[in-house]
């Protein structure tokens, strides 16, 4: 079994609309979470760091439930410029321990 | 401020080769990691250093070994180069505190012919 387990899509979905990625991550020591967008043929770039609590930024929002050890990401009003790769990343530690990165969700948006 | 940096950008070597990638970290971040991406796949954990010492290894062969400098910045090594070797090389810089997440450089395109 991955230690970060996403859907690879591809999502296609209109211009407007809502998307909702998930991913799973299997060991329950993980300390930090985060979303991250890669762009093709360029370095993933932080969107987001994701907390219990959830948190939301602007059209997205990122939800963490570690008891059922669940991420989740939802985009509203997807634009064009959304499309990329999006990366659900576990933290090991709360200071300089490794990413582990799920294999991506490929997104298209569409006119 | 400049950000993280990596050289060469790209790079082709044939098998059997050695290969030196290099990273130089945020200005103030103590921290590096690398990492290898192949086409369709996250990336995968290679090495961190902290302070100049290893603080983790993933699961490559030893063919793969790095370093880190007194300045913070770093080197990742590859010897006896597979052709599955090919892949994008990113470098991750951070603090070392905190539970912030890691900037990437733009990454070295590796490919070994």
């Known amino acids: 079994r991955k230690e970060v387990e996403q859907d690879p899509g591809p999502f296609n979905v209109p211009e407007g609309a809502t998307v909702a990625f998930n991913c799973t991550y299997s060991n329950s020591a993980s300390q930090s979470f985060f979303w991250y967008r890669q762009d093709c043929r360029k370095e993933p770039k932080l969107l987001m760091s994701v907390y219990s609590s959830g948190n939301e930024d602007g059209r997205f929002t990122a939800q963490l439930n570690r008891a059922s050890q669940y991420i989740s990401l939802l985009i509203r009003d997807s634009k064009l410029s959304d499309s990329a790769t999006y990366l659900c990343v576990v933290k090991s530690g709360t200071s300089y321990g490794k990413l582990t990165f799920g294999q991506g969700t490929i997104l298209t948006v569409h006119p | 401020d400049a950000g993280v940096t990596q050289s060469p950008t790209h790079l082709i070597k044939t098998r059997g080769q050695h290969v030196t990638l290099r990273c130089s970290p945020i200005?103030?971040?103590?921290?590096v990691s690398w990492y290898q991406q192949v086409l369709g796949q996250g990336p995968q954990f290679i090495f961190q250093y902290y302070e100049k010492e290893e603080r983790g290894r993933g699961n490559f062969p030893d063919r793969f070994s790095a370093r880190q400098f007194p300045n913070y910045s770093s080197e990742l090594n590859v010897n006896a180069l597979l052709l599955g070797d090919s892949a994008l090389y990113l470098c991750?810089?951070?603090?070392?505190?905190?539970?912030?997440?890691?900037?990437f450089g733009s990454g070295t395109r590796l490919t070994v012919v």
């Open positions: 200005s103030g971040h103590k921290s």
């Open positions: 991750a810089s951070s603090s070392g505190q905190g539970s912030d997440g890691y900037t």
